[in-house]
């Protein structure tokens, strides 16, 4: 192999936080349009709003595995103001690199969390700096369930 480091093949192996948190304070999806792969992202938030939890479920490459367990790593124990600082570079200088046609596996998280953080904020009327200039509407390439092909 040789692509990957041993931080990225850790993480992509024995990805941290994966699932589903059920009564998650705010949850985000993105789907990469490069690629079509999908990333969920919940998040737990606490009175002081610090990020106790955070899970993610990734229909995705390995790296996009590896981002979103940095990611997700990334994410428990800060306020919401300094998770918002977490960037696809930020995951991916923690990941010790990645290859650069698997760059976009990184902002696939970076959307992902945003949209997460976003949720959070619509639903307790939060308003935080570091959301300034996010698109909520951009959700990437989801497939929307109205355009799915019917079964025959
Ligand atoms: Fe697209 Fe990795 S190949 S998320």
Known sequence: MGLYNDKVMDHFMHPRNVGEIPDADGTGVYGSPVCGDMMQVQIKVDDNDV???CKFKTFGCGSAIASSSMATEMMKGKTVEEALKISNSTIVDELG??????LHCS???DHAIKHAIYDYAQKTGKTYE?????DP??????PDEDE?????
Do not use: R
Request: charged fraction near 25%.
């Open 97 to 102: 690199g990645l290859p650069s046609q698997k």
């Open 148 to 152: 799915a092909p019917e079964e025959v």
């Open 107 to 109: 902002v696939l998280a």
């Open 51 to 53: 990020i106790t939890d």
């Open 137 to 142: 509407t951009d959700h990437g390439d989801i």
């Open 130 to 134: 570091g959301l300034k200039g996010f």
